[in-house]
């Protein structure tokens, strides 16, 4: 059963909010530590105080509400998700899959464009704020697939495309690779290559494969965290809103172009999204369910390359591993394609998906 749903956060919930970012306990910091030990105290201040004072949830609230979502269970699980249909009754269906530390509210500035030409489904993520907590073992990548996949079944949607970054990507290649019949294509802002010997390489290539060896080298720490101890950071994030928005702002803050800025309410609603789910540990575990995600994927890909992203994708070797149709390089952009560049990242899913049905 698919029901309507309306978010409607009670008051007391948000009182609560506010009553422990008053009362904050802040850490100490060098004074000459900068970016070298974390997230900067100052930076994560300014934060915290715009969040008490300045930032109004339910104007963010009624955004959400103005575009309809629905929640139904799936294999034990609540699954949420929005779900914009186009005037065009022949528009081809496609899902929207985020990651993390994102959310449903990566894509709010790109439904309207995109619905004039695609019937939107948008779903969290079981675990991942208005999906969550997941309540069982084994929800990885491809169980979260699989998901989608009798989500858009119930939709009643036999053929139709997929997207996403971040974990996003893993799972929008995972669904084409359940349900190939019904996929008929899948575009990834985000697509690990890993190095492989013997391929023949251009000298930009080579550049891009020194970030990636060294991030397969030395994994980032919020990645081996999730991937070892999603309970113990828990307690912590929680617990502590500022830890919930220190954990999840930082990445909106490293893993962006410099001069495409996210709007500083965005990101608050993201890390609202998982503070008043209380899902800090249950999208974490997301990373100790799955381990490494593989390269099935049957279906046409669609690969955006954004400057600014963690590591560039190579494409001799995303070659290598997927049918590739579509590549694309912009020199604007990062993590969040659809939060920094809008414009570039609507513009590319319709040049993709353009004549698939």
């Excluded at 990507?169 to 575009?187: L, Q, T």
């Excluded at 802002?189 to 190095?195: A, E, I, K, R």
């Excluded at 251009?202 to 080298?217: G, T």
Aim: aromatic content about 10%; proline content about 7%.
């Amino acid at each position: 059963m698919i029901t309507p749903f309306t978010l409607d956060v009670p008051q007391a919930d948000l009182d609560d909010l506010r009553d422990r970012l008053a009362r904050t306990r802040w850490p100490d910091e060098l004074p000459d530590a900068g970016l070298d030990y974390g997230f900067p105290l100052a930076r994560v201040r300014e934060l915290a105080d715009h969040w008490l004072h300045a930032y109004d949830w339910r104007r963010h609230e009624a955004e959400l509400n103005a575009l309809p979502q629905f929640t139904t269970a799936i294999d034990g699980q609540r699954v949420h998700f929005l779900h914009v249909r186009s005037a065009n009754p022949d528009a081809l269906p496609l899902v929207l899959v985020h990651g993390w530390p994102g959310s449903v509210v990566e894509f709010l500035d790109v439904v309207e464009p995109l619905s004039r030409d695609f019937h939107l489904v948008v779903p969290s993520i079981p675990g991942f704020g208005l999906s969550g907590p997941t309540t069982s073992r084994g929800w990885d990548v491809h169980r979260v697939a699989r998901a989608f996949a009798e989500l858009m079944r119930r939709l009643g949607y036999d053929r139709y495309g997929t997207q996403g970054g971040d974990w996003g990507s893993g799972i929008a290649r995972a669904v084409a690779a359940a349900v190939p019949e019904h996929v008929v294509a899948v575009h990834v802002n985000y697509l690990p290559t890993p190095p492989v010997d013997g391929v023949a390489l251009s000298e930009e290539d080579e550049r891009r494969l020194v970030k990636i060896r060294a991030m397969i080298r030395s994994r980032p720490g919020y990645q081996v965290v999730h991937a070892t101890r999603p309970q113990t950071v828990a307690y912590a994030l929680t617990d502590s809103p500022v830890g919930q928005l220190a954990w999840n702002a930082e990445k909106f803050a490293e893993w962006v172009d410099p001069d495409c800025e996210i709007d500083v309410d965005r990101v608050l609603t993201n890390v609202m999204l998982y503070w008043l789910t209380g899902t800090a540990g249950s999208s974490a575990r997301l990373a100790r369910e799955t381990g490494i995600v593989g390269n099935d994927c049957p279906a046409p890909l669609g690969v955006a390359v954004f400057a600014h992203d963690i590591v560039l994708s190579v494409r001799p070797l995303a070659e290598l591993r997927y049918r590739v149709e579509h590549w694309s390089e912009f020199d604007r952009g990062g993590h969040f394609a659809a939060l920094e560049t809008p414009d570039l990242f609507v513009g590319d899913l319709r040049k993709f998906f353009a004549g698939r049905s």
